[in-house]
Structures are given as structure tokens and as C-alpha cells.
């Protein structure tokens, strides 16, 4: 049978959990949302805009990340990490297909079977981390936001690492362990020596070896990795329509976001959301459960 994937357009937000093949039905300003509504699905970039090169990665590593959605379960969605001499590039795999989806035709099969392994993009994970020595610039894709991209700066932070005496090989590498409190959550990480590049996904660093698994004690978020290969890949920094904002500023929305969406996305009662499972329209008492990376 044929799969068809849906072009979803920025000024359109779509809250699901699971059930990706599945195509929302959109009537006038009124957004018939997915039957189960624990899941905030983030808006579209223009793939097409012009860009930057920054750098030429080094080595290139794919992470699984499994994040918290509910009280009980975790969804998983693709990270992929590109480091080059001057600057590295944590960006989402399944939001760059996202991306792709609004413009590509004819989908080969395993075009289609790589599109829906890389899952559904997450709003609480950046879909794009640049970090260099000095900084870093988080981006994130908004709901209603028009093809606007959202970023914060900071200074690199420097993380506090104990490291511990335990050792564990992933993908052939000797690895060894470490932990700290970061963003208001005790990590552990393992580290491989052998790839003698001070990185990692996200924000996690500052490691005389590459990050290859991270966890925090909660249980909320897990990076772990998937693959890795060396070729002269361009990071490249798209030309986005940008909206500079604070960290703060940031995630006073992302909690918004998820415990008052209706209000932070109707426009007033202009856009109307619904259950698709019994037509039920969702009003100020709808919320999704928030399990923010940052505490």
C-alpha cells in the first residue's frame, strides 16, 4: 500500500503522541488534533533558504533519544551530531525531514521507511544546537510561528565532571563514565577516549572523549548512540527568518506550551482545536504532560 506523508505547513500545529501515519484534517481556522493529545508536534522551516557554511565536520555521530511523554511512556526521535575544528551541530533528523517533506515528491521506499524511523520532532530538544568554543545558539521551530525560527545565545557552560572508575564498550568503544548536574538534572554520560574530540549531544561536553551515551537520574531523557562516520560533511547555518529571544523568555513558552496550549495557540478563539477521537472540542483545561530538558 502506498504511504503518504503529509507536507505540514508552518502556521499549522498538530498535537499527537502516536498513530504518525495517520493525516489530520484541517477545516477552515478549525485544527482537528490527534486522538491522543499528550504531544506537541512543532511547525516548519523553509528548506530552501540560503545558508552558511561553518564548517567541515570531522566525524559525524547518529543518537537514538528517547524522551518522557507521559507518566509512563518515552518516545524515540533521531539526533545527529557533526563536529568540525571550529564548530559542531546537534540538530534533529526527524524535523530536517520535516523540512524535506513540504517540497519532495516521489518518495522511494527506503526514503519513507528512513522518514518515519526518525520520528516526530520534540519541542523540548533544540532542533538545532551550534556550539563553538565561546557559545552556543539553540534554535527551535514554533507552532504559528510563520517560518520563523526561535534562538537563544549563551556562553559555553562548564560542566563539573566527576568521573567514576566503571567502564562499558558501546559500538566497539571502551568506554568510560561520568557524572554531573547540568541544567537542574544529574546526567551520566559515557565517554570514549579513543574519539579524542571534547563533545557530545546537546549541551553535554567539556570531556577528554566523545559522548556516546548520556542519561539522567530521573529517567526522562537518553541519548545513546546509533552510529558513526567520518566524512567532509558542511555544517551548514540556514538563513531562517530568526526571532532573538532570552533562554528565559524561551522556556516560559515551552511550559506554556504544554500546560496552557489552548491559550497560547487559539489566537484568541480564532484557531480551534478538537479530539479526533469523538469530535470533542479542547478547551483551557487541555494541557500535555511537560518533562522539560531544562529544569
Not at 251 to 279: C, I, T, W
Amino acid at each position: 500500500m502506498k504511504r503518504v506523508i503529509s507536507c505540514i505547513i508552518a502556521i499549522l500545529a498538530i498535537f499527537t503522541a502516536v498513530a504518525q501515519s495517520s493525516t489530520p484534517t484541517i477545516i477552515g481556522k478549525d485544527i482537528i488534533a490527534w486522538g491522543y493529545t499528550d504531544r506537541l508536534m512543532i511547525g516548519v522551516c523553509n528548506i530552501e533558504a540560503d545558508y552558511d557554511v561553518l564548517d567541515t565536520a570531522l566525524v559525524a555521530i547518529d543518537y537514538r533519544v528517547s524522551y518522557r511523554n507521559s507518566h509512563d511512556s518515552h518516545l524515540d526521535v533521531r539526533y545527529r551530531l557533526l563536529c568540525g575544528k571550529q564548530t559542531s551541530l546537534f540538530y534533529s533528523v526527524a524535523q530536517q525531514n520535516e523540512n524535506m517533506a513540504r517540497y519532495k515528491n516521489n518518495w522511494s521506499d527506503e526514503e519513507l521507511d528512513e522518514f518515519y524511523a526518525a520520528g516526530v520532532p520534540t519541542i523540548v530538544i533544540p532542533t538545532e544546537v551550534y556550539s563553538t568554543a565561546e557559545e552556543v545558539r539553540a534554535r527551535h521551530n514554533i507552532p504559528f510561528a510563520d517560518d520563523i525560527m526561535y534562538e537563544y545565545r549563551e556562553p559555553i557552560t562548564h560542566i563539573e565532571w566527576q568521573l567514576t572508575n566503571q567502564t562499558r564498550e558501546i559500538y566497539g568503544y571502551l568506554c568510560s563514565s561520568a557524572e554531573a548536574m547540568f541544567g537542574g538534572r544529574m546526567w551520566r554520560v559515557w565517554f570514549a577516549p579513543e574519539i579524542p574530540i571534547s563533545s557530545g549531544p546537546w549541551l553535554l561536553g567539556g570531556l577528554p572523549g566523545m559522548i556516546l551515551s548520556a542519561e539522567d537520574s530521573d529517567g526522562d531523557f537518553r541519548f545513546e548512540m546509533e552510529g558513526i562516520s567520518q566524512k567532509n560533511e558542511e555544517i551548514r547555518l540556514y538563513d531562517w527568518i530568526t526571532k532573538q529571544i532570552t533562554k528565559k523568555q524561551w522556556l516560559k513558552f515551552e511550559k506554556n506550551a504544554h500546560l496552557n496550549p489552548y491559550s497560547q495557540f487559539s489566537k484568541g478563539g480564532q484557531v480551534r482545536f478538537y479530539n479526533s477521537s469523538d469530535m470533542r472540542e479542547l478547551k483551557s483545561e487541555w494541557h500535555i504532560a511537560y518533562y522539560p530538558l531544562l529544569k
